[in-house]
């Protein structure tokens, strides 16, 4: 049987996780995988620490990957990819965004995250994607980026991931959203 | 058609296939999104918020009687509140099917506690249907209105959080009609004076007996053949984290779990040396196989009671693997949005050392700090009557000290009892009704105070002033909670006030008027002299620079709809672009 693969995901709320971790889902659908795909809705969304959980396969039974067992581990913001890190598999990928956003309660970004993450994954892809949003004409369009620097690491077809993004997001960001996804991809791939 | 589902989604489908006509709620994480899914075949199923879950429920009984497929959903501690009826509820279902559906939440993601509610089943004496993905969701729940009709009793179908949420594949079918039934009073059945209710409940516990043996050959309840050495019986969720951490055991997988196969369970245990439960929470099967006099067995005192699983907890209960290493990084607890309204209650309060009893809502988080603006936070309701207990214990000085703090949502879920209990005790409570014309924490729902239907209709509108004059309570009045000044005033008089007064602070929720957001404010760093006062509102969007000062970050402020930190400013330095 073909082994599942794990894809973690982790961020702040507002940062449209949930908007990737679909968009990766109906990519691996369309492959005609089983897949799960699990977060958490609710108190998370008000700028708290927000992860998503995607597993494909031919048959995935928990919707919830276990510790070390992420093939992949993405992180919209630095910090939270350092609090999610004990999920990623000893040959795992980490992709992360170089954005800082400071916790509420704290006045300012605490300063040991760069160092932690270097040595818990000193081979860890790091993008700065909200320059890259910026470049593609909106900053909002992080989460894209993400997608783009993060398909690098799975099978699917840059076609694939450019379908499912067309079909996911409003009709009038689709040009700037495939810019974005460009772009990530390109960022990504160092 | 093959398509991603969330549980919720999965439920909505559902009752949309097997012939649902009235689906009621009152939302609350996890199981919201099931009504908000159910709106979209508001064709053919009649859908609606109530104020709260007993007359959500109490709605959905009628339906019911009435001869059609009825469905109520609610959280898990929501079926507490609806707990009157539920219990009384024996003969619902004979007429038009009666599924309720709760959410429970093991891991408390978003809840005050992690009661499992399968134990509801066996307290009401009504059948338990457990699903473990999205397609048995879909499935089940027309197998609960089968079971509900079959026997004439009501069915409690029991989700989790990982349920509801999690999305995974499913089928989809097309909607079967079911004929309403015709209406035929009968008051042995629904009217419950003692003599009838003796008699119902010797028919219930008859009754029970006869879904037992149901529940035997039940296809829900499943033997899934695998190493004839290793022994696992779970139920919903858990399922899934057994089959990863034990991929090869033979299973006991069960569906309908009360009342209890216990035939099919005592074979199944004589077939191994040991059987393992894997149930998340409370040993609510293990309970029962034990009781049975079945001994070879080990569940929890293997499986952590408290939290939720996954498949590495259940594993590592069994003795496979190790603890993960985890890197020390601060918590990012969630905030108040910035621009949220509710941010200069608590600031105010704060600032005049005037504590709260809260209530539960996107307000509790005025808990955290900076704010540190709430002393007690229990369940939906409990403010008022709780700043009225302290005021009676304490002496009526005390109400200067500790008013009571409720969303609207709330208030009109189970808030308007406790007002009218403060005035008509006499008590010199202060009531501060957050009106944000929204419930914002569960995702943005309509309630009585809104003027909407879930539905999508304009419709009348509570006007809490009116409802509070004619309770007695006279200084009752609306005050703009994007106006400091204002804020303030208003509750110094309010607390002085020796008697009952209510305040209600008005603010649309940031998230609600997205469209009227403008460029964010902006600090003039040559006059900011770092003091802190802005960063007392615990703003997300305001920190400081290396110096010290303030800096408010353009992604996040939301402009001139708030101006909160502007008006806090003790030198004037904070301001919209324009006139920076
Ligand atoms: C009995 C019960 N039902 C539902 C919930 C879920 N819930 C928590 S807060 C809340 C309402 C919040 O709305 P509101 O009081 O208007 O405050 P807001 O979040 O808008 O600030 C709900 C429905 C709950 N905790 N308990
Ligand atoms: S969702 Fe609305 S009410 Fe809740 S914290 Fe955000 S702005 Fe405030
Ligand atoms: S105006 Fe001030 S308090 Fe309001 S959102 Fe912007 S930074 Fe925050
Ligand atoms: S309140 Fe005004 S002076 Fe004080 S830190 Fe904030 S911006 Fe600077």
């Known amino acids: 049987m073909q082994r599942t693969t794990n894809v973690f995901i982790s961020g702040v709320g507002g940062q449209g996780i949930l908007l990737a971790s679909e968009i990766l889902s109906d990519v691996a659908l369309a492959h005609g995988l089983d897949v799960k795909k699990s977060e958490v809705h609710g108190m998370a969304q008000r700028g708290g620490s927000v992860v998503s959980h995607v597993r494909f396969g031919e048959k995935v039974y928990s919707p919830v990957i276990a510790e070390r067992e992420a093939d992949l581990l993405v992180s919209f913001e630095k910090m939270e990819a350092l609090r999610w890190i004990h999920y990623i598999a000893p040959e795992g990928t980490v992709v992360v965004n170089d954005q800082e956003i400071v916790p509420s309660g704290m006045e300012r970004y605490p300063e040991d995250i760069d160092e932690g993450l270097s040595r818990r994954a000193p081979n860890a892809h790091i993008i700065d994607a909200l320059a890259l949003a910026n470049e593609a004409g909106n900053a909002r369009a992080v989460n894209t980026v993400m997608l783009g620097a993060f398909s690098n690491y799975l099978e699917f077809a840059e076609e694939d991931w450019k379908k499912a993004i067309e079909a996911r997001v409003p009709p009038k960001t689709v040009e700037i959203n495939l810019k974005a996804f460009a772009l990530g991809r390109e960022a990504g791939a160092r | ?580």
């Open chain 2, 1 to 580: 058609m093959r398509v991603l589902l969330s549980g919720n989604e999965a439920v909505a489908r559902g009752c949309y296939e097997h012939g649902v006509k009235v689906a009621t709620a009152y939302p609350g994480t996890p199981s919201t999104e099931i009504l908000e899914n159910i709106v979209r075949y508001k064709d053919d199923i009649y859908c609606q918020w109530s104020p709260n879950e007993k007359v959500a429920f109490e709605v959905a009984m009628g339906a019911a009687f009435g001869g059609v497929r009825t469905m109520v959903a609610m959280k898990h501690v929501g079926l507490n509140v609806a707990a009157d009826p539920l219990m009384t509820s024996t003969s619902v279902g004979g007429d038009g099917g009666f599924v309720i559906v709760t959410g429970d939440d093991p891991g408390m993601h978003s809840s005050q506690n992690e009661q499992d509610n399968r134990y509801y089943a066996k307290f009401a004496k009504i059948p338990l249907v457990e699903p473990s993905d999205s397609q048995e969701v879909k499935d089940y729940v027309g197998a609960a209105f089968e079971i509900s009709e079959r026997f004439g009793t009501p069915v409690l179908f029991r989700l989790t959080t990982r349920l509801c949420h999690a999305k995974t594949p499913v089928e989809l079918g097309e909607r079967t009609e079911v004929e309403r039934k015709e209406y035929e009073k009968d008051t042995t059945l629904r009217v419950v004076i003692p003599a009838h209710a003796r008699r119902l409940h010797v028919k219930v516990e008859g009754r029970l007996k006869e879904i037992a043996k149901f529940a035997e050959t039940s296809p829900l309840n499943r033997v899934e053949e695998g190493d004839p050495s290793v022994g696992v019986i779970s139920s919903g969720i858990a399922y899934q984290y057994a089959r990863d951490a034990f991929p090869d055991a033979t299973f006991l997988k069960l569906g309908l779990s009360f009342p209890f196969p216990i035939e099919l369970a005592r074979k199944f245990c004589a077939r191994f040396e040991t059987v393992y439960i894997v149930e998340e929470n409370e040993p609510f099967v293990e309970e029962q196989l034990r009781y049975a006099g079945i001994t070879n067995v080990v569940g929890k005192e293997k499986v952590p009671l408290c939290g939720e699983l996954n498949q590495s907890i259940v594993a590592r209960s069994f003795g496979g693997g190790e603890e993960p290493d985890r890197a020390a990084v601060a918590p990012r607890p969630p905030v108040l949005c910035p621009g949220c309204p509710h941010r200069s209650t608590f600031f105010t309060l704060n600032r005049l050392g005037i504590g709260a009893t809260s209530d539960i809502g996107c307000y509790t988080l005025g808990v955290m700090p900076p704010l540190n603006g709430i002393d007690t936070t229990i369940c939906m309701g409990a403010s008022i009557g709780n700043a009225l207990g302290f005021e009676k214990a304490i002496g009526r000085d005390f109400a200067k000290k500790m008013v009571a703090v409720i969303g609207d949502s709330t208030f009109v879920h189970s808030g308007m009892t406790g007002l009218a209990d403060a005035a008509y005790n006499k008590g010199a409570t202060t009531v501060i009704i957050l009106d944000n014309s929204i419930t914002a924490m569960t995702g943005h729902q309509d309630h009585p105070g809104t003027g909407m239907t879930l539905m999508g209709e304009p419709t009348t509108k509570l006007d809490y002033i009116a409802l509070a004059k004619s309770m007695g309570v006279k200084d009752a009045r609306r005050v703009d909670a994007f106006d400091m000044e204002a804020v303030k005033v208003a509750i110094k008089d309010a607390t002085d006030n020796p008697e009952t007064s209510l305040l209600v602070m008005e603010g649309p929720c940031a998230l609600m008027v997205r469209k009227t957001w403008t460029k964010a404010f902006v600090v003039d760093t040559e006059k900011c002299t770092a003091c802190g006062m802005c960063l007392r509102l615990g703003c997300p969007a305001i920190s400081r620079d290396e110096d010290g000062k303030a800096v408010i970050d353009p992604l996040f402020c939301v402009g001139e709809v708030c101006g909160m930190c502007a008006q806090v400013c003790p030198v004037e330095c904070i301001s919209a672009p324009a006139k920076a």
